[in-house]
């Protein structure tokens, strides 16, 4: 089993904003897999889905980005999924949008989310798509830019950023994390 989880916050008013896009990185993940993501369980919205042999279970942490590895721990000790099985989908401001960056492992790199799962998991070994939304203009601090919302032109790359993070994923569960990476690292969706 795969646990594939979508980093965001659950309030109204952070929808679409740019640490939302591990969450709408999931949306994607969930329509082309047929699935909506609805169950409450394990501080977050889940539901599980069969792909290619493989169970997978979709998770939204509903926990605030910076406690999001409480919601991951709690799924992942309940199905007894290992760290190398654990995706995660989530922003990173160290990119431009439309980049997508698939990790094998790593440190946090100052994301908050990063740090909580690592701090409940023990480990950085696991598997991640960072989705790039864009670093910060000179006069903009890090929580506007975080919880801003993207320009029109923004979110159209995104939509088809997130898509692509979706498909990322799944090439990890297919294909392993190398060759997600040959796959999606460097391209530049516009």
Do not use: W
């Amino acid at each position: 089993m795969y646990l594939i989880a979508g980093l965001g916050n659950p309030d109204k008013k952070y929808q679409l904003t740019r640490h939302n896009t591990g969450f709408m990185a999931l949306d994607k993940l969930s329509e082309l897999l047929g699935v909506k993501v609805v169950d409450k369980k394990f501080k977050g919205l889940c539901q599980t889905a069969a792909y290619n042999g493989e169970k997978l279970l979709l998770l939204k942490p509903l926990t605030y980005m910076n406690n999001s590895g409480e919601a991951v721990r709690a799924a992942a000790d309940f199905y007894k999924i290992e760290p190398d099985r654990i995706i995660i989908l989530y922003d990173d401001i160290n990119f431009e949008c439309g980049r997508l960056r698939v990790r094998g492992s790593g440190s946090a790199g100052g994301h908050n989310g990063i740090k909580s799962i690592i701090a409940h998991l023990g480990t950085e070994g696991f598997p991640r798509v960072r989705i790039g939304v864009g670093g910060l203009s000179e006069h903009e601090s890090m929580v506007s830019h975080v919880l801003g919302k993207f320009s029109k032109e923004d979110m159209a790359i995104m939509q088809k950023s997130c898509e692509e993070a979706a498909k990322a994923a799944l090439c990890i569960v297919d294909e392993g994390v190398a060759e997600a990476m040959n796959r999606f690292n460097g391209i530049k969706i516009e």
